[in-house]
């Protein structure tokens, strides 16, 4: 069945520093992929999303691109801040009239001063 | 001010007790989803709701049930079935269209003494 793996965590890192959260996915058709965030203590919130190969999702500084060849949706921040310390998660569904989303595991990211 | 409620942010039951977690939304979805999450699990669908007075089972449906008898609400029962009920639950529901973004409440945490 469908899939999506997530790098282990937690990733810990100083501020201003690079950011990739690598995320992969299994699908035997073409799925919409997201990025959701989670603060401590609340709900998801969506950061970004891809509906078709090459497609580039960028939102709040952070970016993911669609890439069909190697089945990833790699997450990326260029510099990352006390603020952007969440759970991060990668999913994907097929949309339509259902949209069940498929979670990966989830990565928390820590970013110290 | 558009949004999911959920209701209590945390809950307390004793073990055998059912409960009943409540989801409104104000959004206009037709379908609301109900999500498990445990520490490092990610999250699983327990139940989904495409129109009222529609619900189908999600991956672990076991020792849950719901309703949906108004388009806005769409509250879970955990029974006394449900094993390993203290967790973190989290309603959902789906822009539909083109979209396929799934949006968040707040979620509700349950212990279960």
């Known amino acids: 069945g469908d899939s999506v793996t997530q790098m282990e965590g937690p990733v810990t890192l100083s501020e201003e520093a690079f950011l990739t959260i690598n995320c992969t996915y299994t699908?035997?058709?073409?799925?919409?992929l997201f990025w959701y965030v989670q603060y401590p203590g609340e709900g998801l919130q969506l950061l970004l999303k891809?509906?078709?190969?090459?497609d580039k999702g960028s939102n709040k500084g952070f970016e993911a691109t669609y890439r069909k060849e190697t089945t990833s949706f790699h997450l990326e921040k260029g510099s990352v801040q006390v603020s952007d310390s969440a759970v991060y998660f990668c999913a994907l569904n097929y949309g339509g009239s259902q949209g069940n989303l498929i979670f990966g595991k989830g990565t928390k990211l820590s970013v110290k001063p | 001010d558009g949004g999911i409620t959920q209701s209590p942010k945390y809950l307390f039951r004793k073990e055998g007790q059912n409960v009943t977690l409540s989801c409104e939304q104000n959004l206009n979805h037709d379908a609301m989803y109900w999500y498990r999450q445990d520490p490092g699990q990610g999250l699983r669908l327990i139940y989904y709701s495409q129109i009222v007075n529609d619900f189908q089972k999600g991956d672990i449906a076991e020792g849950y049930s719901v309703s949906r008898e108004k388009k806005e609400s769409f509250p879970l029962t955990v029974t006394s079935a449900q094993k390993n009920p203290t967790a973190f639950y989290l309603c959902a529901t789906l822009a539909g269209g083109s979209y396929n973004e799934q949006f968040f409440g707040p979620g509700t945490r349950l212990t279960v003494l």
């Open positions: 891809a509906t078709k190969a090459d």
């Open positions: 699908a035997t058709g073409y799925p919409s």
